[in-house]
């Protein structure tokens, strides 16, 4: 393990041990192990192979009212049928609406989809969340039913 020396300001200090008090951390070098992991992660840089697979979430917020994003949102959704497994869509108000869609495949065409909506014009807030995994085919019934094959998604943990 390395020593790295940072040099903060004094309110981001003070954000950090707050958040240390909050989830429980015993040391600052914990804290900011898991703050750069997360970063990574949601930076998309965590150095996972780009053509492993993965199951993700989007979310994002959208503004009804921008001229023909719903349309365009049901045909970038409709183009990538192969990568979503399902959406849900829920008003906030008149003009907002935030959309959930649940997504699997290879990680460089899941990311690329997640960039793509979230690039939109009056898409508000968005973000991708990548949870890498090792896709495994398996054949076993379930119950009392005939056996079948069907994928199991294990979860690759990270370092």
Excluded: W
Aim: glycine share 6%; with cysteine; aromatic share 4%.
């Amino acid at each position: 393990m390395q020593r790295v020396t940072l040099s903060l300001d004094d309110d981001l200090v003070d954000e950090i041990d707050q958040f240390m008090q909050k989830r429980g951390y015993q040391s600052r070098s914990e804290a900011f192990r898991d703050i750069v992991r997360a970063g990574f992660q949601n930076l998309g840089t965590q150095g996972d192979s780009e053509d492993k697979s993965c199951v993700a979430a989007l979310v994002y917020v959208y503004d009804r009212d921008v001229r023909d994003l719903a349309k365009r949102l049901a045909e970038v959704r409709a183009s990538h049928h192969d990568l979503m497994v399902a959406t849900t869509s829920v008003d906030l108000d008149h003009e907002s609406c935030l959309e959930v869609a649940l997504l699997r495949g290879r990680t460089h065409a899941v990311r690329h989809l997640g960039d793509h909506v979230v690039k939109e014009r009056g898409v508000r807030h968005g973000r991708l969340v990548v949870v890498p995994v090792d896709v495994e085919r398996t054949s076993h019934q379930h119950g009392s039913g005939q056996a079948h094959a069907h994928d199991h998604f294990k979860v690759r943990h990270g370092s």
